[in-house]
């Protein structure tokens, strides 16, 4: 009986051992796990990360520059510098200045005579790093104007244009608009922003925030485009529109100015510029090839976007890429809406796309179809090329083909309609 005993004593003491074993295993993998990520961590330190993008615009990168220790991603600036890939020569990389992560802008008040205004059509270079100052008074004096000139003018434009040659820098500093005219007719004043377009190439736009109920909006905001040689400053033209933002429908155009960089010497410093602004080119929108049919056993509304011909360019150099929306509205409420395919790079369109409207009332007494000839921006909002509005209250030919539909019920009627500004 003694063996006996003495093995069964062994075998209780093998728990034990595993459970030592197990113990002394588990400690000794956490602490290598431990020790290996410990490593990668070092490891990653002692590297660079690149910038992380904040967004992606159509072949423009926005680098967030400015952002404070806190907001930054990753590596302090001076390291970052001289690390950073070089950028290729024919890729234009865009630097929205003083903007925070959420895209906006901090609110900023210009002091009076911070802002040097020159007189129209003309430029004024400043060496780096000299005050802007200027009379206010003087200001007022040397842009007088008389009542009827006032009320042709659409406002000025005030803005700066700097090259920095270490970094290859192009720099865009809108700083106000004055004399605006008020688009809201109820509180007579508007909500200005503006976009700008480096042309030739029609993808590289921005746009400043919208500044409410003002017409002397000051924006004072920096745009930077890197990767641009200074030898082909001088091909580039500068397009800016003055808009102002309407919360229940389009944004009203105000105007625009077009400044070609030609013969512009930015070697010198800092350059400020003013110049009017010019109301938007409205003749010339092209027409619209629409067919009606109007079947009232059914109460619906068949209409054809067939054709669109002459329309303009959206830009000085760039084609537009247009499409139609259709809306339906009753008694001046949008009830319905459709819209076409894009055709790409076209002044004259074929769509040929059929909508069936369902109508909620007896006749078309009270119903409007409005067309919108929009141009398609992938990024950014698309512009409106034309309108057109075809209803009992239209005037011109919207008005007659809406009549002869309602005369010649069941019977299909095509007809060219001139577009409007929209």
């Known amino acids: 009986m003694a063996p006996i005993a003495t093995s069964r004593e062994e075998f209780d003491e093998i728990p034990a051992v595993v459970g030592i074993f197990s113990a002394f295993g588990l400690v000794f993998t956490v602490s290598l796990f431990a020790w290996i990520c410990c490593q990668r961590k ?107 000139d006032k009320q042709e003018k659409l406002g000025t434009l005030y803005f700066s244009l700097e090259y920095n040659f270490e970094k290859k820098a192009f720099m865009v500093n809108i700083k106000e608009a004055r004399g605006l005219p008020a688009m809201d007719e109820q509180s007579m004043t508007s909500d200005p922003y503006i976009k700008m377009t480096i042309l030739p190439e029609k993808k590289h736009k921005v746009k400043t925030r919208v500044l409410r109920k003002t017409l002397d909006p000051a924006f004072d905001e920096t745009f930077t485009f890197y990767g641009i040689p200074y030898t082909q400053i001088q091909e580039l033209t500068l ?98 809406k459709k819209k076409t395919h894009v055709k790409k790079c076209t002044p004259n369109a074929v769509f040929n796309e059929l909508f069936v409207f369902d109508i909620p009332c007896e006749g078309l007494e009270d119903i409007s179809v409005e067309f919108l000839v929009l141009d398609s921006e992938r990024g950014s909002q698309n512009e409106t090329i034309g309108r057109l509005v075809l209803g009992a209250s239209a005037e011109g030919t919207g008005g007659e083909h809406w009549k002869e539909i309602c005369d010649f019920p069941r019977r299909q009627i095509a007809k060219w309609h001139m577009l409007c500004d929209g």
């Open 239 to 336: 397009h800016f529109t003055i808009l102002s933002f309407d919360r229940f429908s389009r944004d009203d155009t105000i105007g625009e100015v077009l400044i070609p960089l030609s013969g512009i010497e930015l070697s010198d410093g800092k350059m400020l510029m003013n110049r009017e602004i010019i109301k938007r080119n409205s003749s010339g929108r092209g027409e619209l090839l629409i067919s009606l049919c109007y079947q009232s056993t059914t109460n619906t509304l068949t209409v054809v976007v067939l054709k669109a011909r002459h329309l303009p360019k959206s830009d000085v150099s760039a084609l537009s890429d247009p499409y139609v929306k259709v809306n339906l509205y009753h008694a001046k409420k949008r009830i319905s």
């Open 42 to 148: 070092s490891s990653k330190s002692n590297k660079t990360p690149p910038y992380k993008f904040v967004h992606v615009l159509k072949g423009v990168d926005i680098y967030p520059e400015n952002l404070n220790s806190k907001k930054k991603f990753g590596g302090d600036d001076k390291h970052e510098v001289k690390n950073k890939p070089a950028v290729p020569k024919n890729s234009l990389h865009l630097d929205l200045e003083k903007r925070d992560l959420n895209g906006n802008f901090p609110k900023t008040n210009l002091k009076a005579g911070t802002i040097s205004e020159p007189e129209n059509g003309t430029s004024k270079l400043f060496p780096e790093g000299e005050k802007e100052t200027v009379s206010p008074d003087s200001l007022k004096s040397s842009t007088s104007l008389t009542l009827e």
